[in-house]
C-alpha cells in the first residue's frame, strides 16, 4: 500500500539541540515532498517542499530537508531548534504532477526552554 | 490508530452541479475539523475549520456560500461544493482533531478528493 511513514511520534528535545525528523515514503518514480507544521492554535503551515533540482531544500525558519531518492526519504532537519518549534509536523508526498496528497501521521515535537 | 475517512476519494461531476465531500472520524470523536485545498505544485490552503454543532469560519477569500460546511456530528463534517466550475477543480483534504479540541491532541488527515469539474 502507498503510505509516508513517520518513525517518531513524539520528541523532547532541549534548546540548541539539533533537530531530524524522519519521513520515508514507499512510491517509485516522481514524487513532490513537503514538510508541514501545526504550531499550537493555528492551522498547517508549509515549512518546504521539493519538486526537482537540488535534494537539499531550504525552507522558512531554519529548516532544511534533504531528499534522499535511493533510500526514499525526506528528513527534515534544524541544527539548533527553539522553544518556538514545538508544534506537530507532518511529511507529505505528492505522487507524480496530479497525485493526491498523502500525509504521514505526524510527529510532535516538545522542545524544553 | 484513529482513521478519517473522506469520500469519495475522486470524484468528476458537470459545470452548474454540487458536489458533497464527506469526511468521517471513525473511531474517535472530532470536535474540529479543517478543510483544505491542493492545486498542482501549490502547498495547501486552509479553507475552513468547522467545529461540531457550530458555523464554520472560513479563511479570507473563501466564498461560503459556494463551499457548504456542515459539521452536524462530533463524527462528521461534510464539504458540499455548490453550482460547481471548472475553476474549482482541486484535490480537498481533511483532517480532524479529537474531542476537547485540545491543541495537542492529535491530528488525523482523510486520504483526500480529486475534484475535476467539466
Known amino acids: 500500500a502507498q503510505s509516508v511513514s513517520q518513525h517518531n511520534h513524539h520528541v523532547i528535545l532541549s534548546e540548541a539541540a539539533s533537530l531530524e525528523l524522519g519521513c520515508n515514503y514507499s512510491y517509485g518514480g516522481t514524487v513532490n515532498l513537503f514538510w508541514y507544521v501545526q504550531y499550537p492554535g493555528q492551522h498547517l503551515q508549509l515549512l518546504l517542499k521539493y519538486f526537482s533540482g537540488d535534494p537539499l531544500v531550504k525552507g522558512i525558519k531554519g529548516f532544511e530537508a534533504e531528499f534522499i531518492k535511493s533510500k526514499f526519504s525526506f528528513n527534515l532537519r534544524k541544527p539548533s531548534v527553539q522553544w518556538s518549534d514545538t508544534a506537530e509536523y507532518f511529511c507529505a508526498v505528492i505522487r507524480g504532477s496530479q497525485g493526491n496528497l498523502i500525509f504521514g501521521k505526524g510527529t510532535k515535537l516538545s522542545v524544553k526552554p | 490508530g484513529a482513521v478519517v475517512s473522506q469520500h469519495p476519494s475522486w470524484v468528476i461531476c458537470k459545470s452548474g452541479t454540487s458536489v458533497k465531500i464527506e469526511c468521517r472520524s471513525l473511531?474517535?470523536?472530532?470536535?474540529?475539523m479543517f478543510w483544505y485545498r491542493q492545486f498542482p505544485k501549490q502547498s495547501l490552503m486552509l479553507m475552513a475549520t468547522?467545529?461540531?454543532?457550530?458555523?464554520?469560519?472560513?479563511e479570507q477569500g473563501v466564498e461560503k456560500d459556494k463551499f457548504l460546511i456542515n459539521h452536524a456530528s462530533l463524527t462528521l463534517s461534510t464539504l458540499t461544493v455548490t453550482s460547481a466550475h471548472p475553476e474549482d477543480s482541486s484535490f480537498y483534504i481533511c483532517?480532524?482533531?479529537?474531542?476537547?479540541?485540545?491543541?495537542?491532541?492529535?491530528?488525523?488527515f482523510g486520504n483526500g478528493t480529486r475534484l475535476t469539474v467539466t
Open positions: 468547522s467545529n461540531e454543532g457550530s458555523k464554520a469560519t472560513y
Open positions: 473511531d474517535f470523536q472530532a470536535t474540529t
Open positions: 483532517s480532524a482533531r479529537g474531542q476537547g479540541g485540545r491543541d495537542n491532541s492529535p491530528l488525523h
